[in-house]
């Protein structure tokens, strides 16, 4: 693909619900990286792969977060038991070679009732 | 604790002045600087970037201004148009890590 697709494009949920969002990297790029935005805010780290290393997770705000992704490909971000103040847009970004370089998807924006 | 502190928050300028966006660090470990710029309902894209070794990159109408010794670095947006309103984020990363000023809206009237 040309960039980096993300999906769904909007997601409404109840809370309490657990909510999947995929980003599909650009192909050949080995890191893949995601990020909350909050309304009006900047980007919040929550997440770096790097090819098969270990998963950078130090920004997940708390254990309902995790993500997953095999080898290159697509990831999933998973959020269980959602709540209010996990309404954000959820931006995915791929790199190639270092983290000052990133390409974003437009974003997933989720809304929490 | 915030590393990358951007300002102002917002920001207007007419058709044809000049935008100035600055934004400070605290980690001298950085050693790459993008901006990225964000239209709404669409995600960042890189603008311009620099490395602390160069005082100052031009690319077109867009400048990055880096003061080493003061923690700083500044975007200029010279001849400022319409197209331009967007929101503007500055970064510092070190090794895979990548972090974000709190952006700045630019509104360009015409």
């Known amino acids: 693909g040309a960039g980096v697709s993300q999906s769904p494009s909007n997601k409404v949920t109840e809370k309490g619900k657990d909510v999947e969002l995929r980003c599909d990297p650009i192909?050949?790029?080995?890191?893949l990286y995601w990020y909350r935005q909050r309304l009006g805010q900047g980007l919040e780290f929550l997440i770096y792969?790097?090819?098969?290393?270990?998963?950078?997770k130090s920004g997940l705000p708390s254990d309902r977060f995790s993500a997953e992704r095999t080898g290159e490909s697509v990831s999933t971000l998973t959020i269980q038991r959602t709540q209010q103040e996990d309404s954000a847009v959820y931006l995915c970004?791929?790199?190639?070679?270092?983290?000052?370089?990133?390409?974003f998807g437009e974003g997933s924006r989720l809304t929490v009732l | 604790q915030q590393q990358v502190k951007q300002s102002p928050q917002s920001l207007i300028v007419q058709k044809g002045g000049i935008s100035i966006i600055n934004c400070a660090y605290e980690n001298t470990a950085f050693d790459y600087f993008p901006w990225y710029q964000q239209f709404p309902g669409k995600g960042p894209a890189l603008l311009i970037a620099i490395r602390p070794d160069v005082s100052e990159k031009k690319e077109g109408r867009f400048t990055i201004s880096f003061n080493k010794s003061a923690k700083q670095f500044s975007l200029h947006i010279m001849d400022s148009q319409p197209g331009d309103s967007a929101t503007y984020f500055c970064a510092a990363s070190r090794g895979s890590r990548l972090t974000f000023g709190e952006g700045t809206q630019l509104t360009v009237n015409p």
């Open positions: 970004a791929s790199s190639r070679y270092r983290a000052g370089e990133l390409f």
């Open positions: 792969f790097q090819g098969n290393s270990a998963p950078d």
């Open positions: 192909s050949g790029h080995t890191a």
